[in-house]
């Protein structure tokens, strides 16, 4: 079957640094995203990743590993506006998106 | 980016009665949008993949009869939720793809709250 693993739940400072972990199992791989969805709103992009590698965009970067079915979204300079959800979803063969269950990110001061 | 607008974004109904949810690419064209349903603190569980002129595609388990879904034009698709029961009550969110892009990102709509009572 099909199935995206990541931490239920992450707590970590304003200021720091975090990095929150993705493993896929999917039939075909055509990407792997990552979302923001802040409580009561719909999902906003962050990134896409279809090559190995690091892609970074401003404080939130992205890594992806296809041998291995990993990725992770790296936070930094955390922000208390940066508390929400992060989801991750991976395109299949059919490039639809699987997605994972979320992590609930908390800022604390 | 990409505008992908829903109205309503809140509805609250009685049991029984029907209630239609639209989603409009403001500034692009779409043959294909996505909808999803979120219920609390769960991920997006996707629902139907809607396709512009022709019938859409319902994910395993999700009544077509019950969840209407009409694309007409490639800027708007229709949910109608049918006899909307409380079990229905949820987070429904629309989602698409650009035609030009290569399925690298999808914009998503605000969303629309309902609840039935």
């Known amino acids: 079957g099909q199935n995206i693993d990541q931490p239920t739940e992450m707590t970590a400072t304003e200021g720091a640094i975090v990095q929150i972990n993705c493993t896929y199992q999917t039939s075909g791989f055509n990407g792997l995203f990552w979302y923001q969805q802040h409580a009561g709103e719909a999902p906003t992009f962050l990134s896409y990743?279809?090559l190995d590698g690091l892609e970074e965009k401003g404080r939130f970067s992205s890594f992806l590993s296809r041998s291995k079915g990993y990725s992770y979204l790296l936070l930094k300079e955390l922000q208390m506006k940066d508390s929400a959800s992060y989801l991750c979803a991976v395109a299949d063969s059919n490039y639809q998106l699987i997605w994972g269950a979320g992590t609930k990110l908390i800022i604390k001061p | 980016g990409a505008v992908v607008s829903q109205h309503p974004s809140r509805v609250i109904c009685k049991s029984g009665t029907s209630v239609k949810i639209e989603c409009r690419s403001l500034?692009?064209?779409?043959?294909?949008m996505f909808w999803y349903r979120q219920f609390p603190k769960q991920s997006l569980m996707l629902m139907a993949t809607s396709n512009e002129g022709s019938k859409a595609t319902y994910e395993q388990g999700v009544e077509k009869d019950k969840f209407l879904i009409n694309h007409a034009s490639l800027t708007l698709s229709t949910l109608t939720v049918t006899s909307a029961h409380p079990e229905d009550s949820s987070f429904y969110i629309c989602?698409?793809?650009?035609?030009?892009?290569?399925?690298?990102?999808?914009?998503f709509g605000p969303g629309t709250r309902l609840t039935v009572l």
């Open positions: 989602s698409a793809p650009p035609t030009s892009s290569s399925y690298n990102e999808q914009f």
């Open positions: 500034d692009f064209q779409a043959t294909t």
């Open positions: 990743n279809v």
